[in-house]
């Protein structure tokens, strides 16, 4: 069965301290996989979309990496403002238009 | 560019009362639409998606229903709603033709807060 896991639920950081969230896929003909940043009581807003294994993409603090299996979200340095839910999504062939989320990691940054 | 609005951005209703939910794209034209739920503390659930006018397929069956009378509207509706119905309720869309690498970035509307009483 296709799935998208995050891992983990809630992560608190202090300020500066680096971390990496997990996002893990089982999911056949991946043709994206997304990042998104959601602020409480906002839609999601997107950040990244990788296409292939090995591909890489930054912004920022922000780094996600994608393999054949899972892709993670590097953190680097946290500001408090880096505070908000984080989810990944995924678009496979056999998806069509649609596309698979996420529970979400809730990131919290403390000053 | 493109921008997508959704309303109203809360809502609280009693049992049994209908309810509408509207969203508009601009800046584009045939987009993919799609509402999703999202429930306190979990994930985007897809209820429903359009690849065109009067084209809706459903991915959970339950007491909503979606529309698409014109290009870039997309409406949420239910007859009778259900304590069940309460949450957030977002809006999206995506370009309906394939990039190049073969997949389309969701952008998302603002959302609508649903509580049911």
């Known amino acids: 069965e296709d799935q998208v896991t995050q891992s983990p639920e809630a992560l608190r950081l202090q300020e500066g301290e680096s971390s990496s969230l997990n996002c893990s896929y089982t999911?056949?003909?991946?043709?994206?996989l997304f990042w998104y940043r959601q602020d409480p009581g906002k839609g999601p807003e997107f950040l990244f979309t990788?296409?292939?294994a090995g591909e890489e993409k930054e912004k920022e603090r922000l780094k996600a990496t994608l393999t054949k299996k899972e892709s993670f979200l590097h953190i680097t340095a946290p500001k408090p403002e880096d505070s908000a839910t984080y989810l990944c999504a995924v678009q496979a062939r056999n998806y069509g238009q649609n596309f698979v989320f996420g529970p979400g990691t809730r990131l919290s940054v403390l000053p | 560019s493109q921008t997508i609005h959704q309303w109203p951005a809360t809502l609280v209703q009693p049992v049994g009362s209908p309810l509408s939910l509207e969203c508009t794209v601009e800046g584009t034209s045939n987009p993919n639409l799609y509402w999703y739920r999202q429930a306190a503390g979990r994930g985007l659930q897809l209820l429903f998606y359009?690849?065109?006018?009067?084209?809706i397929s459903s991915e959970v069956p339950q007491n909503l229903s979606a529309s698409r009378p014109q290009d870039r509207q997309f409406i949420l509706s239910s007859k009778k709603l259900l304590l069940s119905d309460s949450g957030f309720y977002l809006c999206?869309?995506?370009?309906?033709?394939?990039?190049?690498?073969?997949?389309?970035?969701?952008?998302f509307g603002a959302g609508s807060r649903l509580t049911v009483l």
């Open positions: 999206a869309w995506s370009v309906l033709r394939q990039t190049l690498l073969g997949a389309n970035v969701l952008t």
């Open positions: 999911v056949s003909g991946l043709r994206g």
């Open positions: 359009s690849v065109g006018i009067g084209q």
């Open positions: 990788l296409y292939s």
